[in-house]
């Protein structure tokens, strides 16, 4: 009786990690808002890592996080490493591409609580009706761990749900200037 439960538990496991391994890996969450403000005031937000702890959710999860900026801020190549507790998580951002006024794109490796490399866009673009459109994504591949994780955990509403409230806080820091 005993054999029996562990070979249809050890069945049930093996069918269970098929089921994970044929899900897909690679992701893209994105969500976007308008704000009333020009994107040249938006802008050094999105392009400068040391403006980031005044609006990005991520970087308010914990409160004494470590951080060590290498090359200039603002510019192609600066770096932003971070380390801080479980919630925060460890690892670096690192600045690959600025189109002044339009898009910032960085490469986030994270090192803690799991490896991942992810690529964001934040993008502007001005709105017929006023203000500018802050489009935000993140994509990258999550691999066996990341699915396995997202069979319990709703990641694209965890992820997109920060993106909102960063959005509310940087409503707050344009629009008080």
Request: aromatic fraction near 12%.
């Amino acid at each position: 009786m005993i054999k029996k439960f562990f070979l249809g538990l050890v069945i049930a496991i093996v069918l269970f990690l098929g089921f994970v391994a044929t899900r897909e890996s690679k992701f893209h969450y994105e969500r976007s808002t308008v704000i009333n403000a020009s994107a040249e005031k938006i802008y050094p937000y999105i392009s400068n890592f040391k403006n980031g702890s005044a609006w990005n959710s991520f970087d308010q999860k914990d409160l004494n996080v470590k951080r060590n900026f290498i090359g200039n801020d603002g510019e192609v190549g600066a770096k932003m490493e971070f380390e801080g507790n479980q919630e925060a998580g460890s690892g670096y951002l690192e600045m690959l591409s600025l189109t002044p006024n339009a898009e910032a794109q960085m490469k986030l490796v994270m090192t803690k609580p799991m490896h991942a490399e992810n690529l964001i866009i934040y993008k502007l673009a001005s709105e017929p009706t006023g203000g500018t459109r802050f489009t935000w994504s993140m994509s990258g591949d999550a691999g066996f761990m990341g699915k396995l994780v997202n069979i319990f955990i709703d990641c694209e509403k965890m992820i997109t749900d920060e993106f909102e409230k960063s959005f509310q806080n940087l409503k707050v820091v344009i629009e008080k200037q």
